[in-house]
């Protein structure tokens, strides 16, 4: 039916719309709120190992798509218990096993030597960029689920002009290996069938690369994983790869701080290309690898774990 005979029936306190982003839910949304009916988000959780087993809920008008869990983040937010750090723990295990839809980088059981695949020398440090992915992003904005600047960054253009800019920067440092990882999303995968546009922008973009600059394309099949032993920064707009890499204490510089859904302050970011390239130096130049994951698992404890309703506290 409808969602205006629906809502016209009764009269209702709220309603509760899975992922009301997408199609008729956005309708139904919409209508509710029309009506002054309160509309609540809820999804399963990000914690992948637990979505089907806890639920995030939130004021669709007050937050559409952003994360309310940034706002409370601060300092003080709790660190997590043993429970809730095992919790935390089952989420990376699970994007190894690679079994949930959500997990898009191949998985291997086979050690891969990144500086031999690449044909990088001992002595040179490598830096990795991970491109995001456009399409969900892109369609939060044009739902008005996303503000823009969460999709659009004044530091620069697009992540094209990003990348261009990137390998412009590291062409000349020969100390510096600079390796591209293109998103498995641009291609045929578990949860879609066709190839995406921007991977043939993505294949003219980088044509007649530096000797110093190589490209991870989906095809390749490398898992994210491989690169963790041996890269030292990883570099993103605001792939959640950022994410993985922390928790592997690797550095992580995003471009621009207002894009990623983690953050600010457990990583490296700015809001200028002077910024930028000054983080990036400082994360390459630096002796001792710094402690990233006692910041990121008190952020995953907010996001996870106190920011969700398990179903097992209903028990």
């Not at 096993?97 to 044909?119: A, H, M, Q, W």
């Not at 809001?271 to 006692?294: F, G, K, V």
């Amino acid at each position: 039916f409808p969602s205006h005979d629906i809502l016209g029936r009764e009269t209702y306190d709220a309603v509760l719309i899975y992922s009301p982003q997408y199609s008729a839910n956005t309708m139904c949304a919409e209508v509710a709120l029309s009506r002054n009916i309160p509309v609540y988000f809820t999804e399963g959780s990000s914690n992948i190992s637990e979505r089907y087993r806890a639920i995030r809920i939130w004021s669709w008008k007050r937050h559409k798509l952003v994360n309310p869990a940034l706002n409370y983040w601060n300092s003080s937010t709790p660190s997590p218990s043993s429970e809730e750090r095992r919790r935390i723990e089952q989420h990376f295990l699970e994007i190894k096993r690679g079994r949930s839809f959500g997990v898009y980088s191949r998985t291997s059981r086979k050690k891969l030597d990144i500086r031999k695949k690449f044909k990088i020398e001992d002595s040179t440090k490598v830096l990795l960029a991970t491109v995001s992915s456009y399409d969900e992003a892109f369609s939060a904005m044009i739902l008005g689920a996303f503000p823009e600047q969460k999709f659009k960054s004044d530091v620069f253009e697009s992540q094209f002009d990003w990348i261009e800019n990137l390998i412009d920067w590291v062409k000349n440092r020969i100390e510096v290996h600079l390796i591209i990882r293109l998103h498995p999303r641009d291609l045929p995968n578990r949860r879609e069938s066709v190839t995406s546009e921007q991977i043939h922008s993505w294949e003219t973009t980088l044509r007649n690369l530096p000797s110093n600059v190589s490209i991870d394309h989906p095809l390749d099949g490398i898992p994210i994983a491989s690169y963790f032993g041996t890269v030292s920064a990883l570099t993103t707009g605001w792939s959640s790869t950022a994410v993985e890499a922390l928790m592997e204490n690797v550095p992580v510089v995003t471009y621009d701080a207002n894009l990623p859904s983690y953050p600010k302050e457990i990583h490296l970011s700015g809001r200028s290309p002077e910024e930028y390239w000054m983080n990036l130096d400082h994360s390459l130049t630096a002796e001792l690898r710094i402690d990233t994951r006692s910041e990121l698992i008190n952020w995953l404890n907010l996001n996870f774990n106190l920011g969700t309703v398990s179903y097992r506290d209903w028990e």
